[in-house]
């Protein structure tokens, strides 16, 4: 669980990272040690569909032009705060609108309209996170993360975060780089084993490591563009996920002992040969 003193130390903390999404970089140019203009070699739709670069109404002509975006968007420049206002405004409208519905139902309705933002404006996303970690931290992390993890499958959207399973041993080294972002400080990993009091969810863990290192960036101050999260699949003992025609993991019985190390050995060895300074929880 959040903790109150987590929720009132997140403003003191939350300086670093606004001056850090104020730039709107990808993961490829987060090194830079000063926020500012980067070089965007996208065009048109590709920028759009880019969270990191993609600003939505906020590109002003200039960039429309420039970027190759002039007839893709609506033809009003809504500034950066205009944005966050209408999505708070939408927020609180869900809320509204799902007074007298079951709470399951109310909190993956939350999650759905913040995992949206998020698939769309990475920028917008944890700037309404930071401003709002106290309101929003049950939403992204437990105990609404339990019901994500436990519906993973039928709510996928789009992956995030990086996927290693039983089935890529000998290829985790290479599979490492495919990752964009050239340094990463942060990474959670599950097995998806125990997930909160869930027991076994298999892939469908993902959930954990993608809230937890959201939770670490609006409260800790921790760079966005430089966390990543990890699903270690081998497998699942969770034999209703077996059956679900829809479950996206492996459909294997879990890996025990000596397979199973093995596949940790080797996924530690790729991480710490391309990031050895990385934290892995």
Known sequence: MISPAMCRSAPRR???????LSSAAPPAHAGAAVPGPCIV???GNDILHDPWYNKDTAFPMT???RLGLR???PPRV?????QYERFINSFRSLEHNTRGEPDSIVALAKWRILNRLHDRNETLYYRVLIDNIKDFAPIIYTPTVGLVCENYSGLFRRPRGMYFSAKDKGEMMSMIYNWPAEKVDMIVVTDGSRILGL???GVQGIGIPIGKLDVYVAAAGINPQKVLPIMLDVGTNNEKLLEDKLYLGLRQPRLEGEEYLAVVDEFMEAVHARWPKAVVQ
């Open 14 to 20: 939350a300086a670093q990272v606004r001056r850090l």
């Open 41 to 43: 070699h996208k065009r």
């Open 63 to 65: 960039e429309r032009d």
């Open 71 to 73: 007839g893709l968007l």
């Open 78 to 82: 809504m500034s950066f705060e205009q």
């Open 199 to 201: 027991g076994d969810l």
